[in-house]
């Protein structure tokens, strides 16, 4: 973005700052391109929805011609809806979720629960805007492990639930699924509220038998 074929986009001010007026939803993908050296958008020219945002392909190219991203919009484009990826990241989220059961049980909770949401509520976009990470989870460990899932974990359980559920209990058996979709009334978002319930794996004779406590 600095270079020399960009110094007439740079305006600095007090020596050190920059200020930009262009398009803040579609800046999200030039910054990534600036990370990663690709540009990647779905293959599609209709409206997406990430993140709260809507952003088209016309708008994202539009700024690619202003910020002079020496890229082609057709190869530089990456397809990212393809199936294996997908999987991948569908894969991911459900070994998460049972990683982050197995955490809670060693921390003597008898009920797993999280929330998901469609998009993030209100009251942490300020958050957002101050680039105060969101918590997904109390338990820091659990936090980490479903944090990348924050923006997809809603959509995952809305296609893949019941295979979820079942994947989890076959091997769990005594856990309970409990999944709620809960609805609001906007601008609040609609969320599943995630709940796992296993006390009966929790047997406190057996564990006082390997603790000093039963001695």
Same mark, same amino acid.
């Given at each position: 973005?600095?270079?020399?074929?960009?110094?007439?986009?740079?305006?600095? &001010?007090?020596d050190n700052e *920059?200020?930009?007026?262009?398009?803040?939803?579609?800046? =999200?993908?030039? $910054?990534?391109? @600036?990370?990663?050296?690709?540009?990647?958008?779905?293959?599609?020219?209709?409206?997406?929805?990430?993140?709260?945002?809507?952003?088209?392909?016309?708008?994202?190219?539009?700024?690619?011609? @202003?910020?002079?991203?020496?890229?082609?919009?057709?190869?530089?484009?990456?397809?990212?809806?393809?199936?294996?990826?997908?999987?991948?990241?569908?894969?991911?989220?459900?070994?998460?979720?049972?990683?982050?059961i197995c955490i809670?049980?060693?921390?003597?909770?008898? +009920?797993? =629960?999280?929330?998901? *949401?469609?998009? $993030?509520?209100? =009251?942490?976009?300020?958050?957002?805007s101050k680039n105060?990470?969101?918590?997904?989870?109390?338990?820091?460990?659990?936090?980490?492990?479903?944090?990348? *899932?924050?923006? %997809?974990?809603? @959509?995952? $359980?809305?296609?893949?639930?019941?295979?979820?559920?079942?994947?989890?209990? %076959?091997? +769990?058996?005594?856990?309970?699924?409990?999944?709620?979709?809960?609805?609001?009334?906007?601008?609040?978002?609609?969320? *599943?509220?995630?709940? +796992?319930?296993?006390?009966?794996?929790?047997?406190?004779?057996?564990?006082?038998?390997?603790? &000093? $406590?039963?001695?």
């Amino acid at each position: 973005m600095f270079q020399a074929r960009n110094h007439t986009l740079l305006h600095p &001010t007090n020596d050190n700052e *920059y200020f930009i007026d262009r398009n803040g939803r579609a800046f =999200h993908y030039i $910054l990534e391109f @600036y990370r990663t050296g690709e540009i990647i958008w779905p293959n599609d020219d209709t409206m997406q929805t990430c993140c709260c945002t809507q952003v088209s392909r016309q708008e994202l190219n539009k700024e690619i011609d @202003y910020f002079q991203i020496p890229v082609s919009k057709d190869i530089g484009l990456k397809n990212v809806d393809n199936p294996k990826s997908l999987a991948i990241k569908l894969d991911g989220f459900v070994a998460a979720l049972g990683e982050a059961i197995c955490i809670a049980r060693q921390d003597f909770q008898t +009920i797993f =629960h999280v929330k998901f *949401y469609d998009r $993030l509520p209100i =009251h942490n976009m300020k958050d957002v805007s101050k680039n105060i990470p969101i918590q997904i989870h109390s338990q820091p460990q659990i936090d980490r492990l479903l944090r990348p *899932y924050i923006s %997809s974990g809603y @959509y995952i $359980l809305d296609m893949f639930s019941k295979h979820i559920e079942t994947h989890i209990k %076959s091997l +769990i058996p005594e856990l309970r699924w409990c999944l709620d979709k809960r609805f609001k009334f906007e601008p609040e978002p609609t969320y *599943y509220d995630l709940r +796992i319930v296993g006390s009966s794996l929790l047997d406190k004779n057996e564990i006082l038998k390997y603790s &000093t $406590l039963g001695k």
